[in-house]
């Protein structure tokens, strides 16, 4: 017997084993509409134009030293102009403690392991439904985990009523883990009055928001209009938190170059929060990885570059369908198309040369 006799396989991740089931599929038909990536009208990659001429002023001048623990200063001012405004007080009065994080699951993960860390008996409300990956993060952080309303299938839209009761029963001081837009899986978002309700709700129940910001600039196509809800919150006096991810937006992905940040009363407690951001950090992996941080700076800083970004971002992403479990499983074994269970489709895999047998094939599981 071996060390490692008693472990068994996990279980599949819903939306990453979509993709390994793609590959291992050797059926010329097969399509993949799981997969939250961009792809050009061939299926193949895309990487933005804006990205590529960031990566030829890196060229030759990229030095490969160890970034602070905080990661890079530069792209983390970026960040935060992006997500609480240009010209933000809050920023130039230092009031927010914020750090490098790996894409938006670091910085979920971080916030997470610091809530623990600080408020050992605080719960997180979390969305029904909601990126599946959510749940993981909070459960390994060893804080437990509420549900709140928040999709009306049979609407296809916000269930908000139900959604502001959960919010006003939930105890008070509560944590609320929110899409700040585009929300995963279900594209549906609350209109600006609706976030001007949950932001006065929240400070009659002195709940805690935290923004996950993983699509800015996927919702209306632009990432000063998607940063709505939480300008909403912080005009209320809110102290938020904010996970940012370049992921999407900048099509990033396996860089893993994102932000996290928490407002804080004062610069003396931005300067503690941070202080022990970095150290939740330092014995997971020290320090962030510099190439997407640099590319993201250098985009962000140029005027002309910042200007190309804003032209190549106004694009969409998911397209919750509607489709049960048992059609998209259908879908799957009888056509080789391949999404995730909950109806999800990545429209990126939709291209001109699948288009109809997709939409032929939806048609055949839901008549
Ligand atoms: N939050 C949500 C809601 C997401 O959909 C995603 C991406 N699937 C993420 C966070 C984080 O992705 P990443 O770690 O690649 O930035």
């Known amino acids: ?20 089931a793609f590959l291992a599929d050797p059926s010329p038909e097969k399509v993949n509409v799981g997969v939250g990536a961009y792809r050009d009208d061939d299926g193949k990659p895309v990487v933005l134009e804006c990205v590529r001429e960031a990566e030829r002023r890196i060229a030759g001048n990229l030095n490969m030293e160890y970034l602070p623990m905080g990661g890079s200063i530069k792209m983390i ?17 230092k009031h927010i403690a914020a750090i490098q994080a790996l894409s938006g699951t670091g910085a979920c993960r ?83 009055d609706q976030w001007r309700e949950i932001s006065y709700q929240f400070k009659v129940k002195n709940h805690f928001p ?50 996290l940040s928490l407002l804080c009363e004062n610069e003396i407690q931005a300067v503690s929060v941070k202080s ?35 032209k190549e971002v106004k694009i969409g992403m998911f397209c919750y369908s509607g489709l049960k479990p048992d059609q998209v499983d259908r879908l799957t074994n009888e056509f080789h198309i391949y999404m995730t269970r909950n109806g999800r489709i990545s429209m990126a895999g939709v291209t001109t040369g699948n288009v109809g047998y997709l939409a032929n094939a939806i048609h055949e599981v839901t008549k």
């Open 1 to 20: 017997s071996s060390w490692w006799d008693h472990v068994e396989p996990a279980a599949k991740d819903p939306i990453l084993g979509v993709t390994e």
């Open 77 to 93: 001012e970026e960040s935060l102009k992006l997500a609480y405004g240009e010209d933000s007080e809050l920023i130039k009065d």
């Open 110 to 192: 971080v916030f997470a392991d610091f809530q623990r860390r600080f408020l050992p008996d605080s719960q997180i409300y979390i969305p029904v439904p909601t990126w599946a990956n959510h749940h993981n993060i909070w459960r390994d952080a060893h804080v437990s985990q509420r549900t709140f309303h928040y999709y009306h299938p049979e609407t296809r839209g916000l269930d908000f009523a139900a959604m502001m009761d959960d919010i006003k029963n939930a105890p008070n001081g509560s944590f609320f883990l929110l899409h700040a837009c585009a929300h995963n899986p279900t594209g549906v978002d609350p209109s600006e």
């Open 210 to 259: 935290f923004f996950d910001m993983a699509y800015q600039g996927f919702a209306s196509g632009d990432p000063e209009r998607d940063a709505k809800a939480i300008r909403i919150f912080l005009d209320d006096g809110h102290m938020i938190g904010c996970a940012q991810s370049y992921a999407k937006n900048m099509g990033l992905y396996g860089q893993r170059v994102g932000c």
């Open 276 to 310: 022990q951001l970095q150290q939740i950090a330092r014995p997971m992996y020290s320090n962030p990885p510099v190439h997407g941080a640099l590319v993201v700076s250098i985009i962000l800083s140029d005027p002309e570059l910042k200007a190309m970004w804003l």
